[in-house]
């Protein structure tokens, strides 16, 4: 993983592939290096659809080695919905994969003429790039079918659906399972459009032939790898509920919180929420033959994800996330599990993120255009985002623009994108998270749900403004760190509580690459990233103005607790003072 | 998975036995969630003693504390300590995580 693989589409003659090395970017990966690349190379007034913008694709230092949990790839660039930089971070086999095949990342730059479209071959011979129009309007399963049918099924995936051929603003880019469907996406910010921008469909990967990435201290490395995996696999969250229910298991704990948003943010709580809750789906994806625990790429221990079968018992799609249950489930006032799960299957065919494609539905249900509770019309609203009418090109396009299109007052962005399941007024650190965050309106990016409502890494009271901002501040300096890594964020939940887990991970880099990082050195990557974010975004136009949530959080309370949200404008401005 | 009011366990006759102790009870919306379910029930409402507290409902429940890791009554965080009242709804978690 000593290379940049850069793919120049607008060059003369076609794209044009070249490899070079890290220099200025060595030892960096995943977030990390995306950020810097987009913050280092991109101008950040240029817009996001121009040929001056570039798409990163890079898996975490630790992707591509035995380290269990170490394949998830980041996809940055400058985002089209947010404006700012954006890094959108995916499971799948894609960041393993690549990563054996050497590359620290991919870069897409400039721009093809007209509409070409190519598909670009990577395996251990070199890099092939193709006219592939043929390709056209393909939504991801059709693709992955194709692409099987020409490659074998040794391959993985990185796609974009009709979206990201439109060009919506909240396109998605797939990354294949490891039984190739594409049902990981980078979904925020985005980031298919740009891909679709660059006129690059697919992206397949064949690693035959190729190994692990062999580390510098083998022994050590091994060991510090049963350290971290008992770890994982011994705390409660890791090793049983996410395996056993999956993301979803947090339905019923934040409706019972009072923090579900329900029909557009109107309530806390969502009287349909035990039916789409993490354990009826669990029990659903039992009877008929699916299953409840399944992993999104080889090397994961924790499993969170599932197999969701139809009432058939055919596949329809894997276990739909947390986020997208609510975001088509309580926010829409819908309650259909089976009509979830499609909603989930059409986002990850047509290439939307399910977030913001959810939370357009449901403002667009606010506006009158379909009752909210009716799965059918929401069904067929996300089939419009696939046959790319005008009205389907608006909602794929995210909540912001549809909110505004359709006359909304209350539509919950920040920076421009949707934010997903949990009410900054019930939960105040994520409120803080969401407003802040260089990458908009984000849950990941700073989860304080962890120690607000779940009493992971100890306990702040969320409905209160106090100790909001450092928890905030503590967590996405964490998760900056973590998303460089390849890891995947759910590991947080142990490394968290146990002490002995955090060093394993600390030992699996300095073991790998022969470094002596502390606790230390995790927090300085992390602050050096966000700082990097930060600065990009400066540059491109934001202000601390934009550190805000929409007013009527503010304003307008909520039920059960009747809070609005608290935290000082002022707090939150020295959030990232270090 | 459905939450019926499933029916009377060990745990009911725990608190079938302290009824006959004093005749006022505390109606108590007792839910439990994930694993917990497993040889218990999703939702009941139970009766108790006034001042009883949440340790003497998972006590009843044969849920230990560590089981317990997340408490709400109405929708707001609870300890074991904390004691009940009439018409509280009391929620317990396993310990959960996902994003
Ligand atoms: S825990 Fe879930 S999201 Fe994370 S790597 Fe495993 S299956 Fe993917």
Redesign the interface.
Known sequence: MDKILRIDMGAEGGPKAKETGLDAYSGLGGRALTSSIVAGEVPPLCHPLGAENKLVISPGLLSGTGAAMSGRISIGCKSPLTGGIKESNSGGQAAQVLARLGYAAIVLEGKPPGDSLYKVFINKDGVKIEAAASLRMLPNYDLIDKMKEQYGDKIACISIGPAGEMKLSAASIACTDPELRPTRHAGRGGVGAVMGAKGVKVIVLDDTGLKARPPKDLEKFRAANKIFVAGLSS????G???P???????T??VN???AYPAYNFKDG?FPGA?KIS???FA?LETQRGGNPTHHCHRGCVIR?SGIFNDKNGKFLTKQPE?ETVWAHGAHCGIDDPDAIAMLDFLDDNYGVDTIDMGVAIGLAMQAGVAKFGDAEAAINLVKEVGKGTPLGRILGSGAAITGRVFGVENVPVVKGQALPAYDPRAVQGIGVTYATSPMGGD??AG?S??TN????GG?V???KPEGQVELSRNLQIATAAIDSTGMC??IA?AVLDQPETFQALIDLLNSFYGLELNAGSVTDLGKKVLTVEREFNKKAGFTKEHDRLPRYFYTEPVA??NITFMVKDEEMDKLFDW | MSETLAGPGVSHFFHRRQKTEDKTFMKITVKLFASLRKDRFAIEKREYNPGQSVRDVLAGLDITEGEAAILFINSRHADPATILNEGDTLAVFPPVGGG
């Open positions: 705390h409660p969250v890791t049983q509920a996410l056993a229910y999956g993301t979803n298991v947090l019923n704990i019972e919180a009072g709580q035990s993490g354990e009826t029990e969170c947390y849950h990941t989860y749900i962890a409502i779940l009493k992971s306990y009271d969320p409905l964020l759910f939940f059960p607790h």
